[in-house]
């Protein structure tokens, strides 16, 4: 697999860095009330923390790579990380900026004051000794280190932890800050009407003395590290190169430090005993602030109960037909039913599966998990169905990165109660998000089957802007129950001809469309290829919308996250104008669209355009056969790309500038405006 050339391609992982700016720039944005800010600093500092566990590592682990494997892929791995290393601290500074002269001047304005220890009142002082006492002194492990001797320290992956000098410069001391056990931040006793939170971490700044009474203390700094997480070469390499490289790689040491996170105070010296204890190098140590880990502003506590400071509540909006349906089978089976999270509940979805599973005349339910929730109505069904002895199938991805374990103990609940569970295929992961049910109606079987763009999870349904169908179309369930078959081992090939599934065929079907539309603009006629997804990378893909675009197709993209095409550029892709939202929910649908001469042609479903999701995952992409729901489809599409509040523009610049409105133009926020839409729509 040649590496594509970098002025006709972006590198993801760089590219990747300009999404995490969106983010930042709505930790910014002052449309946002001020606790959503803070939570958007929140996201922006987990998504960083994943992008080193995984994507920084990866890069680390090619550096390890046979030189001629690496010649082959063309891969510069040094230089790459070299590059996100700058990025990051840009963004960084930029992260440090927006919360020192936005975000606690704002609290400060609305009573709320985060204090540091060098400005404790007595009476913060005398609770906060009690506080440490009573609360979190038992939960300390210090490490008292003699730099003479040989060391072993292992930090944590992501855990926060206090560097502590003496006097003595000979010892070096840890000390980790447990905010697992005791919350990442403290409410203290209000003077004069302020609210006074300080945190965790200043609490043990504080009382250090308490802990190493006998040394004397000359500076305490906050550090963390990154650790990586598995590698998933299969994500990016195949074949015979993805064997070479798990070869080289056979000796790597799993969970090996990414990034040295430390407060840049630290002297120069002491930075270096560090390095060296950790066996780090240079290029791992990230300098920060005072405090690390923000995404614990996730539970940023609010004393003041204001509801201005927050999103104005969205209650889940009624469907038209299920939120009456007494019998949701009747009513799939008059017409397709389609639903759109999180403005709708994913309650629908629940009751659908609570209602298959009391229903005596269901006799299989066939589903796919990819990410398990804890204890949920779902898996409360799946249970209540096989104690009614009905044939469940479940297929439990047991790659679903950071979701490992939880799946395979709920594939373990579902075994023990009889259900059969298939584990994911060796470097194949299956990312659809799919229901069967078979119910027998006299003579007939008749199945009912639910495509989504989300996982079957109420908790995600909640900000995750996804869209799911309920079908009984014969020609769909058909093909679905094939696919089930192949993924039981019963079949080799699904043998579809409606549905997108791959391996086996979206990459091809994806193509053709392309080239149809290539060859409509040659002759003259409308072309035009309307697209949503959250990532681009294929390279075969990108290459062919080039080509599109040089023919005269319109090209319309909105793609949230990382893209390595790159839009209007003269010669290349003028006729490819592309936009990312980043709003209050997290934009996760994928709907494609091609204007077939007049006889548009819509696709939905699981699968990016992405190599992994055309290649090496199982994945459904479904037609919208339905012209009602294709109408609602297109609307809540064209809302999303007429969006001139929170999108951005995506061009050879990244610079993320956000689409402006035209004089005398209505503002459109697209996530307010669809849910109206679908107020008016379901009323």
Not at 126 to 142: A, D, I, R
Not at 401 to 414: Q, S
Not at 542 to 554: D, H, M, N, R, T
Request: hydrophobic share 35%.
């Amino acid at each position: 697999m040649q590496q594509p050339n970098e002025d006709r391609f972006r590198h993801r992982d760089l590219n990747w860095l300009s999404f995490n700016e969106r983010v930042l720039q709505e930790a910014a944005d002052k449309l946002n009330p001020l606790f959503e800010r803070m939570k958007f600093l929140a996201i922006f500092s987990s998504n960083l923390d994943e992008y080193f566990r995984v994507r920084v590592s990866q890069l680390r682990q090619i550096k390890r790579v046979k030189k001629s494997i690496r010649k082959k892929l063309a891969l510069r791995p040094s230089r790459i990380t070299k590059q996100i290393i700058e990025e990051v601290k840009k963004q960084q500074d930029r992260f440090g900026e927006i919360y020192h002269e936005q975000i606690i001047p704002e609290l400060a304005a609305n009573g709320i004051h985060i204090l540091d220890a060098e400005h404790f009142k007595e009476v913060h002082k005398e609770f906060l000794s009690s506080f440490f006492n009573n609360k979190v002194e038992e939960h300390l492990k210090p490490i008292m280190l003699d730099l003479n001797k040989e060391n072993e320290l292992f930090l944590e992956n992501s855990v926060l932890y206090f560097l502590i000098t003496f006097e003595n410069e000979d010892k070096l001391a840890v000390v980790n800050i447990p905010v697992k056990e005791c919350g990442r931040f403290v409410m203290m006793k209000g003077i004069k009407n302020k609210h006074n939170i300080t945190y965790l971490d200043e609490v043990i700044r504080h009382e250090s003395y308490k802990i190493f009474p006998k040394n004397n203390i000359t500076g305490i700094y906050e550090i963390k590290l990154s650790r990586d997480a598995e590698l998933y070469i299969d994500d990016i390499y195949e074949g015979v190169l993805a064997e070479k490289i798990y070869e080289s790689l056979q000796q790597r040491t799993d969970g090996q430090p990414t990034r040295l996170l430390y407060d840049a105070s630290m002297p120069k010296d002491v930075q270096k005993k560090i390095r060296k204890l950790l066996k780090l190098g240079k290029i791992d140590m990230m300098p920060g602030g005072k405090y690390h880990n923000f995404k614990d502003f996730f539970s940023f506590p609010d004393p003041t109960d204001n509801p201005k400071l927050h999103y104005e509540e969205l209650p889940p909006l009624p469907h038209a037909t299920l939120d009456k349906s007494r019998d949701y089978f009747e009513d799939i089976r008059k017409k397709d039913q389609s639903l759109h999270f999180p403005y709708m509940s994913f309650g629908y979805v629940e009751r659908f599966l609570e209602q298959a599973a009391k229903d005596e005349k269901v006799t299989d339910i066939s589903i796919s998990l990819y990410r398990v929730a804890d204890e949920s109505r779902l898996t409360s069904s799946l249970i209540e169905a096989l104690d009614k002895g009905k044939r469940v199938t479940v297929f439990v991805e047991a790659k679903a990165r950071f979701d490992e374990e939880n799946n395979i103990i709920w594939g373990r609940k579902f075994e023990e109660k009889g259900a059969n569970v298939i584990y994911s295929y060796p470097k194949v992961k299956v990312h659809s998000k799919i229901m069967l049910i078979c119910r027998q109606e006299g003579d007939i079987s008749m199945r009912y089957a639910y495509i989504g763009t989300g996982n079957f999870n109420s908790e995600t349904a909640k900000i995750y802007c996804d869209h799911a169908i309920f079908t009984a179309n014969k020609y769909i369930t058909k093909e679905l129950q094939r696919l089930f078959k192949v993924l039981e081992g019963e079949l080799i090939i699904p043998r579809e001809k409606n549905l997108l599934i791959s391996p086996f065929s979206t990459r091809q079907e994806f193509l053709k469309l392309i080239y149809n539309e290539i060859e409509n603009a040659r002759e003259g006629k409308k072309a035009k290829i309307t697209a949503k997804m959250n990532s681009l990378e294929d390279e075969e893909m990108i290459e062919l919308l080039y080509k599109a675009s040089q023919a005269g197709v319109e090209i319309r993209m909105l793609v949230r996250g990382f893209t390595s095409l790159i839009p209007g550029v003269e010669g290349l892709s003028e006729n490819i104008y592309m936009t990312s939202i980043v709003d209050r929910f997290l934009e996760h649908g994928r709907i494609y669209i091609f204007e077939n001469g007049g006889d548009e042609r819509m696709f939905y479903g699981s699968a990016d355009w992405m190599n992994r999701n055309l290649d090496r995952r199982i994945e459904v992409i479904s037609p919208v056969l339905d012209e009602d729901i294709k109408q609602e489809f297109k609307d809540i599409l064209n809302i999303q790309l007429s969006d001139n509040v929170k999108a951005r523009i995506q061009d050879a610049s990244e610079s993320n500038k956000y689409v402006e409105s035209k004089k005398g133009e209505k503002a459109i926020r697209s996530q307010y405006a669809i849910y109206e839409y679908l107020k008016e729509k379901h009323s």
